[in-house]
């Protein structure tokens, strides 16, 4: 059984990034104007950084480094969407990338602590692990952005999505998560050597993930029995 972990307003905050995770994934690729899905996406990145900050008040050093990666982020979006030569958006995309890259990680790792070190099942525990798991494929989802703003021939995700970037972003986040999940449609396809390799590590990331969370919650569950 899942303890009782309080009022609702303390569930809310990892129920609320899930949800606001989830509903990215499903907007996002449906919106035809770029700068709405790049606000969308640092709308998402600001609520993970807060909720993230709050799960961890203690780490003031990791968080000012997560705040400054945003702004970063937040920075290279806003350059990528101005008319500048073609070298100069390659530019702001690699900076909007890379710097997402350690961002989504430590958001991950800092949620993922808070869940570690918790002592009993609870209903909040379980909406932050999925959210880090959705995390994951939007991070794995960078590194595979970022092959593609140097390298378009990593993989072969079709002209119309290679035009225009606001379904580029939801080509390759979706290719992330069916990667996380080991589903394998095969409808878009890594071609290079650095993308099958990302694939490959993502998949097993996915499965090990899954493994060690669904080990924490049994052992949390076996704990509360013997309670």
């Not at 990145?45 to 990791?62: E, F, K, Q, T, Y």
């Not at 993502?202 to 919650?217: C, D, K, N, T, W």
Request: proline share 4%; net charge positive.
């Amino acid at each position: 059984m899942i303890a009782d972990a309080g009022p609702w307003r303390r569930e809310w905050r990892f129920l609320q990034l899930t949800l606001f995770l989830g509903g990215w994934m499903l907007v996002a690729p449906h919106a035809q104007d770029r700068w709405l899905v790049q606000a969308l996406i640092q709308v998402v990145l600001a609520d993970s950084v807060a909720v993230a900050m709050w799960a961890n008040p203690r780490r003031h050093g990791i968080r000012r480094f997560m705040v400054g990666l945003w702004l970063v982020s937040l920075a290279g979006s806003a350059f990528a969407l101005m008319p500048l030569d073609p070298q100069w958006h390659q530019l702001a995309r690699t900076v909007e990338y890379a710097s997402r890259i350690p961002l989504i990680a430590l958001l991950a790792e800092g949620i993922l602590r808070y869940v570690f070190h918790c002592e009993r099942l609870s209903t909040d525990g379980i909406f932050a692990t999925i959210a880090v798991y959705l995390l994951i494929a939007f991070l794995f989802a960078q590194f595979y952005l970022l092959l593609l703003a140097w390298n378009p021939g990593s993989f072969n995700v079709g002209g119309d999505a290679l035009l225009h970037a606001q379904k580029l972003q939801g080509t390759m986040v979706y290719f992330s998560l069916v990667t996380l999940a080991t589903l394998g449609y095969g409808d878009v396809l890594p071609l290079s050597e650095t993308a099958r390799s990302l694939a490959v590590i993502e998949a097993v990331v996915g499965q090990f993930y899954v493994g060690v969370i669904v080990a924490v919650f049994v052992g949390m569950y076996a704990n509360q029995r013997k309670a």
